[in-house]
């Protein structure tokens, strides 16, 4: 056997090899095959061939930061601005739970319009509506008292995607006023509250370095998160980043299946960006070891203003559309969706 399939076997094996090993995996595709089917031979033995699907509502695109590479920063003056209402969000939430979601992923950008009091308020309303599901936000940094108010108000968990674990790769992705420091107190801040927590990062994002996705990935072993998102970084011309490249299809599917080596009880999705810069994005990440989708059940009068990046799938679907379309997809892919909560399994 080759030294790189005997280290991607430890890897399979143990959860872990050393950066050298793990460099040269990332650094070359002619493993992939023997990566990708380790990855869902592990998936298969922690999850079955269940795919656990999310509802994402995406209620606000205001934003009061201004990361270089989003297409909804402050700074981006073209974009029109919406607020969902709270009857707006629980009938998105009803329209949801009919088509047989018990998960509702409500992200936004960091609008203060929605203080803590309203958020608890729509947290409360839907855990009082529906008691059998779960409630993820994704609502970016907030301070512990406030994810603490939402916890008691009834989340039970919370997406934050660290983007990059490399402080001066940070510096590079975001203005000033943020830095890694405080994304890591709010991510072990919920961690200790008691949330099922969700990080991730975006791959190929401008300046990465095989380095960075090697300390991503010991992050994330020092986090321990219950969900791991991650997905291609891709551009927007009303960005900072109009001109960089986007993040590769192959590179992404790598990384998953790295990860689910690594994090074998991982909550992994194929996200919405993976499916949007190749047409079975999506059915490839699940061969690769990821195992949740988040069909958007956002209204579709609003969809295509939540535009982070380019080309994003979805925006001109109905609820119902999305969770069939993803439904055949997950088929065709030889897997089974479904509509529990989805805990993660440790
Ligand atoms: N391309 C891909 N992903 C992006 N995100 C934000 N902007 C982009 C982009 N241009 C990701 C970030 C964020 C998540 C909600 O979307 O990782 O955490
Ligand atoms: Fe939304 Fe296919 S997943 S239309």
Redo the contacts with the bound molecule.
Sequence with gaps: MEPIEQNINTLYRKQDIPDAALKEILETDIYDDLLFSLADKVRKEHYGTDIYLRGLIEFTNYCKNN?Y????RRDNIRLKRYRLSEEEILSCCEEGYRLGFRTFVL?GGEDPYYTDERICGIVANIRQKFPDCAITL?IGEKPRESYQAYFDAGADRY???H?TASDEHYAKLHPLQMSLDDRKRCLFDLKAIGYQVGS???VG?PYQTTENLISDLRFLQQLSPDMI????????KD?P?RDKE??SLELTLRLVAILRLMFPYALIPA?T?LGSIHPQGRERGLKAGANVVMPNLSPVGVRELYK???NKLCTGEEAAQCRSCLEQRIISAGYKAVTSRGDVIR
């Design positions: 990361c590479y989003c297409g909804i992200q994704s997406l934050l995607r983007e991730g990062f975006m994002s998102g991650i997905g291609p970084y891709i551009k927007h960005t980043f986007n993040g996200t960006a982070l990046y380019e």
